[in-house]
């Protein structure tokens, strides 16, 4: 069932909350073994919860409260209060959030009801979910494969039904990537969009919370519940309503060309041309134009990247944060600190912090730090070139299908590439969506393919517009 569908039932007492709560823990039930989706699922508390909200449904302004009843998923990077909290690492396996992140109190003021916390790489560090310190999630398409990351966890759920919907983080990819691998909606809203407040941070200038579901319109309608400026986020802002209609025939659509060389599975380079033959058929104009430093983005995400890392994981030292065992009486505090300081963190995260510690230190931060920020500047301005002649950017979201277990883990590099057509939206802060476009066969399996449209700071509604054109000009 799509959100919408979900809420019609709701509203319509065609089914109850409580009813709703139960179809979902019980699919949750059957496939999560397999899938490995939620790290955990709050039973008892969402029964309780949704009792309650069948008890006061006749009281309800379903305008004010739009997401009545519903349950939803969200990573476990973001807090709720006395709800488990791990990130995916070992060094929070026993921590519970001290209070509700923003988005979360937001959905409670509209009704939404918790069903669980997902996997994910570890502190977000990963493309895959494999760096998950609990175990990996698999792509509810063909097993064998991962379901992207870092918030694969919450991909699957949408992906297999397990939620009407889900909330992720999106650093450089993070989102957008598993919603093109499990062949779901995931929207990166612009940067300040939604409040971080309550979010973990991995790279605090590049982070932002996002939306899965199984439909743009959906997603819209739950971002619509999240946007506002927080007070709690200073880097929140107010987020611009279309003032006019959509007219998908003023739709000038850029294809950059960079993105389409060197590295691009064949398939999927067929796949997006013929999407955007559905846009031109409905009137929209395409050009190319070209990026001429996005080839250089991937470099600068991951030096400035990992540089906030450093500086994010520092509180987590093995004494504010994870079991510290008992001091031994003969070793020093320096001592006792030295041997927990890393301890929790998988290699991934120790590598990361590694690297930003490196670029960040007095010798390197110039070569380094520095020029990948003046880079960053460069990639904004290429942006605001490229939508004074277009409205959007297509692209694909990913370079390849959805990839096999342990396919890319003995190269991080490789690994690295699979965010090579979403760094760059996250560096320059605007909005970016990957919207399902079809399936390729490979190995008897049929694997999702996933087009990213991107758009300028603050028009996030105007790209789910664009991508909701495009969902209903092919009928979903």
Sequence with gaps: MTLKQVLQKI??????????ADFYLGNIKKKDKQLHSFLYVNEEGIKKE????????????????????????????ILVENMPTTAGSMILENYNGGYDSAVVSKLRN?????????????????????????GPSSNPHDVSRVPGGSSGGSAVAVAADLAPFALGSDTGGSIRQPAAFCGV??????YGAVSRYGLIAMASSLDQIGVFTQTVDDATLVFSCLIGKDVMDSTSREIDKPKNKFNIENLRIGIIKENFGEGLDNRIRDKIYEAVDVYKKMGASVEEL?????DFGLAAYYIIMPAEVSSNLAKFDG???GTH????????????????????????????????TYTLSAGYYDAYYLKAQKVRTLIKKDYENAFAKVDVIISPTTPTLPFKFGEKTKNPLEMYLSDIYTVNANLAGVPAISIPIGIIKEEGKNLPVGMQITGPQKRDFFVLDVARAYEKAVGN
Aim: glycine residues 8%; contains cysteine.
């Design 11 to 20: 509203q319509s007492k065609e089914i109850s909350c409580l009813e709703l």
């Design 50 to 77: 949704a009792k309650i909200a069948d008890k006061n449904h006749s009281d309800i302004n379903f305008k004010t409260q739009p997401l009545y009843g519903v349950p939803y998923a969200l990573k476990d990077n």
């Design 110 to 134: 509209v009704g939404a009801l918790v069903l669980g916390k997902t996997n994910m790489d570890e502190f977000a560090m990963g493309s895959s979910t494999e760096n998950s310190a609990f």
């Design 185 to 190: 909606v995931g929207f990166k809203p612009s």
């Design 290 to 294: 070209s990026l001429p430093y996005a």
């Design 319 to 321: 004494i504010r944060y």
């Design 325 to 356: 065992l008992v001091q031994d009486t003969e070793k020093s505090l320096i001592e006792d600190y030295a041997e927990l300081r890393g301890k929790g963190f998988g290699k991934e995260v120790l590598r990361r912090i590694m690297l930003g």
